[in-house]
């Protein structure tokens, strides 16, 4: 563990946590993609399947059920809270997703350190989670209107992922035989993904303006 890979598990934390006060005090999931949380559901429970069968410390557990517990409920909110999907806008959030998991799955099956099928499922978890973001951001720039929560716990979701980064560099230079290609390059096309929402928010932050992304 060190200042990067804490700040990373942090960032990621207080994104979920952003979303869920959004979600359970306001009752409003407006402007955030179903599709993308679904895709996070999925990210958690290939990534996660060692959770009873391989401990590693009380914190790396907590965090697993955290991420398990928060991303299956806020599905379970969109899909099925009687308020609370009333704000899901349907129409607007039509990226077809389901699209995504398959050549992860197969680039996961030709591409991965050891082929046993935790190793598989892992691998394939990294690649999903590098696109997972995607529905989201399609649905930003078909909103003209996104709201402050949802645009703080985007910049949150990228910002994790930069700090994993500085996490790995730091590694490579700290730790003997540090290399793992497989996670530094789906990670970087994750953090890449974020570019251009990065500049917008940014850009709106300096400005004091609302939020929008180019259509």
């Given at each position: 563990?060190?200042?990067?890979r804490?700040?990373?598990?942090?960032?990621?934390?207080?994104?979920?946590?952003?979303?869920?006060?959004?979600?359970?005090?306001?009752?409003?999931?407006?402007?955030?993609?179903?599709?993308?949380?679904?895709l996070?559901?999925l990210?958690?429970?290939?990534?996660?399947?060692?959770?009873?069968t391989?401990?590693?410390?009380?914190?790396?557990?907590?965090?697993?059920?955290?991420?398990?517990?928060?991303s299956?409920?806020?599905?379970?909110?969109?899909?099925?809270?009687?308020?609370?999907?009333?704000?899901?806008?349907?129409?607007?959030d039509?990226?077809?997703?389901y699209?995504?998991?398959?050549?992860?799955?197969l680039?996961?099956?030709?591409?991965?350190?050891?082929?046993?099928?935790?190793?598989?499922?892992?691998?394939?978890?990294?690649?999903?989670?590098?696109?997972?973001?995607?529905?989201?951001l399609?649905?930003?720039?078909?909103?003209?209107?996104?709201?402050?929560?949802?645009?703080?716990?985007?910049?949150?979701?990228?910002?994790?992922?930069?700090?994993?980064?500085?996490?790995?560099?730091?590694?490579?230079?700290?730790?003997?035989?540090?290399?793992?290609?497989?996670?530094?390059?789906s990670?970087?096309?994750?953090?890449?993904?974020?570019?251009?929402?990065?500049?917008?928010?940014?850009?709106?932050?300096?400005?004091?303006?609302?939020?929008?992304?180019?259509?």
């Amino acid at each position: 563990m060190n200042i990067f890979r804490l700040a990373g598990d942090m960032t990621h934390l207080f994104s979920v946590l952003v979303l869920l006060l959004k979600i359970h005090t306001i009752k409003s999931c407006a402007g955030v993609s179903l599709k993308t949380q679904e895709l996070y559901a999925l990210v958690f429970a290939a990534r996660y399947l060692d959770i009873f069968t391989n401990y590693i410390s009380l914190y790396n557990t907590v965090m697993k059920l955290i991420f398990l517990g928060s991303s299956f409920s806020i599905v379970w909110y969109m899909r099925y809270h009687k308020i609370v999907r009333r704000s899901y806008d349907k129409d607007q959030d039509t990226f077809r997703h389901y699209f995504l998991i398959l050549p992860c799955l197969l680039l996961a099956l030709l591409i991965n350190e050891k082929f046993t099928f935790k190793e598989v499922m892992w691998t394939f978890s990294l690649y999903l989670e590098a696109v997972a973001i995607l529905p989201q951001l399609v649905l930003l720039q078909r909103t003209r209107n996104i709201d402050n929560l949802t645009g703080q716990y985007v910049f949150l979701l990228g910002a994790y992922r930069a700090l994993y980064i500085l996490n790995w560099v730091y590694r490579y230079f700290t730790e003997p035989h540090f290399v793992h290609w497989i996670t530094w390059v789906s990670g970087l096309v994750q953090t890449l993904l974020y570019a251009d929402f990065f500049y917008y928010y940014f850009q709106s932050w300096k400005n004091n303006q609302k939020l929008h992304l180019p259509a």
